[in-house]
T-cell receptor, first 113, second 113 residues
Framework: NAGVTQTPKFRILKIGQSMTLQCTQD?????MYWYRQDPGMGLKLIYY???????DKGEVPNGYNVSRSTTEDFPLRLELAAPSQTSVYFC????????????FGEGSRLTVL | AQSVTQLGSHVSVSEGALVLLRCNYS??????LFWYVQYPNQGLQLLLK??????LVKGINGFEAEFKKSETSFHLTKPSAHMSDAAEYFC???????????FGSGTQLTVLP
């Protein structure tokens, strides 16, 4: 049972480059989330989705875009990468049957130089 | 808006000693509350959750937490620390019907031999 799978695990970008972080879940969860984690700051919500075709901004959406074409996939796109986007990114999913519990992927560590 | 405050970004205890990690929340509606643990270079794993049933919640690895509405607290405890408990711990709140969790800034637990 794979759960939530994120790729890549590590990536180094140059300033101004673009990339997509992939996230897929096999639990048939309706809700999916992207968080970023910075030292001492906890996790901040970037975007979330309550179902295919529906996305909404979280606390820190600037510089990011998402799409949700299927229940399973929720990619996060970074356009024009900046050093401030250096972080660890976590994808998570949940459902009404999970009592609000989020299931997390193992994270993607991104460095922008 | 909901928020979570974790008192103490770093806590050190001796092996065998009591572990107490503090969490206070604010929420305009009855909340769901969670504790997650993160081991180095891994995603977040659920320790326990409060969903308006019993106020004393037991989780994995011998941890428990008590929901105190009057104090707006949800502190995490373990009677006897083990070396394997060394990790970062996050408290999170989800008010009522909200779809996303708000995380605290985390507490790094060190267990001394």
């Amino acid at each position: 049972n794979a759960g939530v799978t994120q790729t890549p695990k590590f990536r180094i970008l140059k300033i101004g480059q673009s990339m997509t972080l992939q996230c897929t879940q096999d639990m048939n969860h309706n809700y999916m989330y992207w968080y970023r984690q910075d030292p001492g700051m906890g996790l901040k919500l970037i975007y979330y989705s309550v179902g295919a075709g529906i996305t909404d901004k979280g606390e820190v959406p600037n510089g990011y875009n998402v799409s949700r074409s299927t229940t399973e996939d929720f990619p996060l796109r970074l356009e024009l990468a900046a050093p401030s986007q250096t972080s660890v990114y976590f994808c998570a999913s949940s459902d009404t049957t999970t009592g609000g519990e989020l299931f997390f992927g193992e994270g993607s560590r991104l460095t922008v130089l | 808006a909901q928020s979570v405050t974790q008192l103490g970004s770093h806590v050190s205890v001796s092996e065998g000693a009591l572990v107490l990690l503090r969490c206070n929340y604010s929420s305009s509606v009855p909340p769901y509350l969670f504790w997650y643990v993160q081991y180095p270079n891994q995603g977040l794993q659920l320790l326990l959750k409060y969903t308006s049933a019993a106020t004393l919640v037991k989780g994995i690895n011998g941890f428990e937490a008590e929901f105190k509405k009057s104090e707006t607290s949800f502190h995490l405890t373990k009677p006897s620390a083990h070396m394997s408990d060394a990790a970062e711990y996050f408290c999170a709140v989800r008010p009522g019907s909200a779809r996303q969790l708000t995380f605290g800034s985390g507490t790094q637990l060190t267990v001394l031999p």
